[in-house]
């Protein structure tokens, strides 16, 4: 054998002729090459080597032997033998791998992340996850949240399938780990899991024999979002610590992300309850006299502000209508407006004397240690025969207007004070009939100060509210708030306005059948 002066150096080398036979191996080479000999093929060491006859100078080539990486760099000699040197790079090789699957890990996250994010429904949340972890942790997955005590929220998916999402009952301490996940405990090991115990509900229709199983907590904000279970295959090589690691990140993306729409959908479960409550409600006719009213917020991204109106049943054919305007716009607002529908709401009892409604009110708005302050009119409603006997009172507000049947339109004369600023409330009471098909308007100033017009910024005004008014003479009261509220409206345009109210109490046309002496026409103040 040619002495190439390499037989003691610590680099792997195999020496080759052009048929690829081995000719020499230096001691280096026998470590890694026991079986080497002069006379094998070098191809028997190892299918990826082979001389590179006629292209002496062939670049490396790379692969495995037991569990060690090399890459062997052929250097040719001018008598057509080639030296193969082996150079290790398992440590590079294990870290490149280590970069793939951190790169695929974070990818499946940024997914995760993103998918989740394009919905802040819960049950939709739930079926994403399992569809995802079905995907690119395990052959299927499972998503449990908390439930009550006979059944829980599921979503499961197998992969390649659609998630679906469903109640089950079931005893979560069927599953090893599962019950303490729910309630947030740290997971167990996934070679604590029996796969065999697995209840049949776990397994999905058709999956086979259950190899392995992992069981995580989905983390929330604060409380637990529920549990992410994974499962594979017998066939399949078992969860390994690298997976469940990671398994565990993904449920901590998947648990906010279900955590959050979870928040979001019981606060608007509570926004809508609470919603209904402040919002102004639906009116009718009420003993033969027509309610009707329109409420338009200040935002109108919000439903809600700061004016309202109420129509109550009194008893003795009577009804008291409710109009104001709480101090502001938007939720704080509407939070006041709530507090005073609900105090006059208490005082419905004392609807036959409207001082002194006003004055309790005034009291429990001083005793709040609130700044904001309200103006309303109230005004009790009775039929008789077929007119309407009004008893009108102001606290601090815009006196009502009335539109007679023959387009005339005056104020109500009524007048009093600001309701929560004061110590002492003063308020007049102003009578008015209305004879058929006549209405009296309660408004809120967002009617008469909304800035508009053909040029912008010139207000609606009072003036331009009587008009349109007098136009609606013999209109129901429904078509009358409407016609106003539309008129206004076209004036705004897209420009800014406050809150609008708008409550219309008609006498309809036609005989009442409880009708009795026509009073006649007319107003008076008390």
Known sequence: ????????????????????????????????????RPGSALTDLADWLAPAPGEPHAGPVGGVLGDRSFEAHPVAHDDGTTTWWLVEDTDARHAREALRVERERTAVLGEVSSALLTSLNPERCMKITAELAATHLADAAWVIAPGGRRDHPVAWCVRGGDAVHERMPFDPVDVAGLAEAL??????????IEPSAAPAWLVPEGFGEVGSIVVTP??????????LVLLRRVEQRTFT???????????????????????FAQQL????????????????????????GRYRPALDTERVGGDF??????????????????????????????????????LLPLAGDHRRMLTLLNGALLSAHDTRFVTLV??????????????????????????????????VPTRGTLIGVLPEVDAVTAEVVLAPGETCLLYTDGITEAV???????????????????ACAGMPADAVVEHVHMVASQWIGGGGHDDIALLAITAPRGRHLSAVADPGPGERTS
């Open 1 to 36: 054998m040619t002495d190439f002066g390499w037989s003691r150096v610590p680099c792997p080398a195999v020496l080759v002729d052009e048929t690829g036979v081995v000719r020499a191996v230096n001691e280096a080479g026998r470590l890694v090459f026991p079986d080497a």
């Open 183 to 192: 309630r947030g405990f740290p997971p167990a090991p996934s070679r604590w």
């Open 309 to 346: 109106y109420d129509v109550h049943q009194v008893g003795d054919g009577e009804s008291l209508a409710v109009l104001g305007d709480v101090c502001g716009k938007g939720l704080a607002a509407a939070v006041m407006t709530g507090k005073v529908r609900t105090t006059l709401r208490a």
């Open 218 to 227: 989905l983390p929330g904000h604060g409380v637990p979002a529920g549990a």
């Open 269 to 292: 479960s509570i926004t809508e309850t609470l919603m209904r409550e402040l919002l102004p409600p639906t009116l009718r006719s009420v003993d033969g006299i027509e309610f009707a």
């Open 378 to 411: 109230l005004a009790s409603a009775t039929r008789v025969g077929s007119d309407v006997r009004l008893r009108v009172t102001s606290g601090g507000h815009l006196p009502p207007l009335v539109v007679r049947a023959n387009g005339e339109v005056h104020e």
């Open 452 to 470: 508009g017009g053909p040029v912008g910024g010139e207000m609606f005004g009072e003036e331009r509210l009587h008009r349109v008014l007098a």
């Open 241 to 263: 610590e690298g997976e469940e690691s990671f398994a565990r990140l993904f449920a901590a993306r998947a648990g906010v992300a279900m955590s959050a729409a979870g928040m």
